[in-house]
T-cell receptor, first 112, second 115 residues
Framework: KQEVTQIPAALSVPEGENLVLNCSFT??????LQWFRQDPGKGLTSLLL?????REQTSGRLNASLDKSSGRSTLYIAASQPGDSATYLC???????????FGPGTRLSVLP | GAGVSQTPSNKVTEKGKYVELRCDPI?????LYWYRQSLGQGPEFLIY????????DSGLPNDRFFAVRPEGSVSTLKIQRTERGDSAVYLC?????????????FGPGTRLLVL
């Protein structure tokens, strides 16, 4: 059974810092991996989707990498801003089903 | 265009009662997913519809949970004899065709509290 973990569980940084969020998964037979953002009381917003054949995706200040063989992905946020404060969720879609398996999330606070 | 919508946004009920949660997917999306998110956790898969049929219901925790999508658009998640442990945020997502490379678009969720 696929399991997804995220480290750290919570992170607080001053504005302007570059930061890295980590995601690990136990079964490397994944189809793709997606990073989401969740604001309090809101649904999930897709940030980046990496197919299993890709190694990274970039969107603005965000860069996500994927190392399928080691079961790891990182989300890099450059020049963090207070508006980046949210919970960041990693999810993998494996080769066995249509659904995503989510990690517990990293709660990020960017202080002005 | 309109995103995924869910109603109600909040639902408070008593233990043992029956509840229905509604999801309106993005128009034209054939794939629809239900997830449940407990406090401090990531969402957990419940059920996936392709059109009107439940293609994968392996995530439903027990037979008190049931979902329908009779016309291939709106879906209703039904919970019978609610228990306090059912308290969570129920998220709905849709995608255009359900192909494995697609992203899923999530609604804001229904926050269910069972007293």
């Amino acid at each position: 059974k696929q399991e997804v973990t995220q480290i750290p569980a919570a992170l607080s940084v001053p504005e302007g810092e570059n930061l890295v969020l980590n995601c690990s998964f136990t079964d490397s037979a994944i189809y793709n991996l997606q990073w989401f953002r969740q604001d309090p009381g809101k649904g999930l917003t897709s940030l980046l989707l990496i197919q299993s054949s890709q190694r990274e995706q970039t969107s603005g200040r965000l860069n996500a990498s994927l190392d399928k063989s080691s079961g790891r992905s990182t989300l890099y946020i450059a020049a963090s801003q207070p508006g980046d404060s949210a919970t960041y969720l990693c999810a993998v879609r494996d080769n066995y089903g249509q659904n995503f398996v989510f990690g517990p999330g990293t709660r990020l606070s960017v202080l002005p | 265009g309109a995103g995924v919508s869910q109603t109600p946004s909040n639902k408070v009920t008593e233990k043992g009662k029956y509840v229905e949660l509604r999801c309106d997917p993005i128009s034209g999306h054939t794939a629809l997913y239900w997830y449940r998110q407990s406090l401090g956790q990531g969402p957990e898969f419940l059920i996936y519809f392709q059109g009107t049929g439940a293609a994968d219901d392996s995530g439903l925790p027990n037979d008190r949970f049931f979902a329908v999508r009779p016309e291939g658009s709106v879906s209703t998640l039904k919970i019978q004899r609610t228990e306090r442990g059912d308290s969570a945020v129920y998220l709905c997502a849709s995608s255009p065709s359900g192909t494995w490379g697609e992203t899923q678009y999530f609604g804001p969720g229904t926050r269910l509290l069972v007293l």
